[in-house]
Structure formats: C-alpha cells, structure tokens
C-alpha cells in the first residue's frame, strides 16, 4: 500500500496522558499536514509541515498539542496532559508541492483518540 | 477569516436519481480553490472534484459536478445517476493561496436509498 499511513489507528487513554501519533506520508511527498475531526464536525486544520520545516503552527489548539517531522519524512503528533475535549479523529494528509498554488492532498485514514 | 458552510446535515436520494449538495462560503480573497471530498464509514477522505476561482467554466468529473457562483460565493456538487457506493459524508472545502490548510464545513451525510 503506497497511501498515507497511520499509527495507532485507535487510541484509549486516561486524561492526563501524554500521546503521540504517527504518520508516514506517500514516498515522494514533500508536504504533510495534521488535521483534527471531531464528531459531527469537518476537518480543522492543525499545522503542515514541507520537508523538515514547520510552516505554521498558529492553528494547534494549545501549546499542549506538538508536531515534528525531523527527517522530512514521517512525522509525530503529540499531545500532553490530554483532556476529554481531545477525544477526535487526527488526520493526516501528504501532498507533492512542486511550486504554484495546487497540489492535492491525500488523506490517510485517522487514529481515533479517546480520552477517559 | 474563511469560512465554508453547508446548511443541509443529511441528504437522501433514490439509486440513479440526482441530487446536489450545496456549500457557501466565506472569503475576501481573489485566488482560491474550492474543493468536494467524500468520505465513506470507517474510510480515508478522497477528493471528489476541485474548482479552481479564476475558471469560468464549472469543473466535471464523470458523474459528479459542481456549479460555482462566485459572486454568491456558491459551490454545489451536483451527483447524476446515484450508485449506492456514493452513500458516504461529503465535506467541501476551501483553500487559498496565504495557507497550504484546507478549510472545511460541517459536511453532509448522502443516503443513497436502494
């Protein structure tokens, strides 16, 4: 399978709890980005990364929520002292960025976060 | 800041009927694209079709298309000959050109009924 991959694809934990997700991107993509579903709700942008470099980071919800992509390939999602409020599906999505304005997003499949 | 908004929560068509999805939004921006993305139970979010603001003539792929009003800030996805493989959420999104992030609406659940 060559799409976007995710890992844990669930994860139960007690608040309070620090956890990390991880994503792998399609192979050649140079721009990953994380997403936050909650229920009922669409995707909300979080924070993208192109290659190794974090090119923004306004949109985590609170300085408990991190992100790292340190070799430029996969990439780490933390989050600290968890809350009830974090319980969400977190998404991830790879794209070619080869200059221009478009280049489409490939979504992978979500770890689903249940905080106790 | 941006804004997508889909007003209908859920959406129930018959096998091979039409149907169309509406979205507005929200923008003061002149460059920007507007997108559909299904996302099926328990399954990965594809794209469905993409618009992009400077293009007059409204984007078709396959049996799915999508009528852009830019001065109403409109983006409907209109699906011809319902399959039962459509039955999925269906989220619109927008994207422009001071972000790589897709801003996304509250979606619509598509019922396809047999």
């Known amino acids: 399978d060559t799409g976007v991959s995710q890992d844990p694809r669930h994860k139960i934990t007690k608040r309070g709890q620090n956890v990390t997700f991880r994503c792998d991107p399609i192979s050649e993509h140079n721009r990953l980005y994380w997403y936050r579903q909650t229920l009922g709700q669409g995707p909300e942008f979080l924070t993208y990364?192109?290659?190794?470099?974090?090119?923004?980071k306004s949109r985590l919800l609170s300085d408990r929520f991190s992100a790292e992509r340190p070799k430029g390939s996969f990439s780490t999602l933390e989050i600290q002292r968890t809350e009830q409020g974090d319980s969400a599906m977190y998404l991830c999505a790879s794209s070619l960025w080869a200059g221009g304005f478009y280049n489409e997003q490939f979504f992978g499949p979500g770890t689903r976060l249940t905080v106790l | 800041a941006q804004t997508v908004t889909q007003s209908q929560p859920e959406m129930s068509v018959q096998e091979a009927e039409t149907v169309t999805l509406s979205c507005t939004y929200d923008?003061?921006?002149?460059?920007?694209?507007l997108f559909w993305y299904k996302q099926p139970p328990s399954r990965q979010m594809i794209l469905v079709i993409r618009?992009?603001?400077?293009?007059?003539q409204n984007a078709t792929e396959n049996r799915f298309s999508v009528n852009f009003q830019k001065a109403a800030k409109s983006f409907s996805l209109k699906i011809s000959d319902s399959q039962l493989g459509d039955a999925a959420m269906y989220f619109c999104a927008y994207r422009d050109g001071r972000a790589d992030g897709l801003t996304f609406g509250k979606g619509t659940h598509l019922i396809i009924q047999p």
């Open positions: 990364f192109q290659n190794e470099a974090q090119l923004e």
């Open positions: 923008t003061s921006e002149s460059d920007y694209y």
């Open positions: 618009q992009e603001a400077y293009k007059q």
